[in-house]
């Protein structure tokens, strides 16, 4: 098994920087790839932003060169950095790994005010 534990988000203002933190334990050997998606309200969950363990990334075509995401493997932590944050981006973000299944932590609000 593998648990995931999200933190970071918060409100913030258009134009503003949050950054988001996810640390894994667990079966930690066994993540591939590890992301972050987000769900606004009445809407599905997407992916934001995705990262393999070789360090290959992408991006929703809706965040590219505002967010970055980053691994830490000796951490085993994945993290989120938003820049210049839209009210469209509010919404709770979940940290994600892939093993043999996907794993979800519990999720952090991001709000963003105009």
């Known amino acids: 098994q593998v648990q995931l534990v999200e933190s970071g988000g918060g409100l913030v203002q258009a134009g503003g920087s949050l950054r988001l933190s996810c640390t894994a334990s667990?079966?930690?050997?066994?993540?591939?790839?590890m992301g972050w998606y987000r769900q606004a309200p009445g809407k599905q969950r997407e992916l934001v932003a995705g990262?393999?363990?070789?360090?290959?990334?992408n991006y929703a075509d809706s965040v590219k060169g505002r967010f970055t995401i980053s691994r830490d493997n000796a951490k085993n932590m994945v993290y989120l950095q938003m820049n210049s944050l839209k009210p469209e981006d509010t919404a709770v973000y979940y940290c994600?790994?892939?093993?043999?299944?996907?794993?979800w932590g519990q999720g952090t609000q991001v709000t963003v005010s105009s």
């Open positions: 990262i393999t363990s070789g360090g290959s990334t």
């Open positions: 667990g079966s930690i050997f066994s993540i591939n790839a």
């Open positions: 994600n790994a892939v093993t043999i299944r996907h794993w």
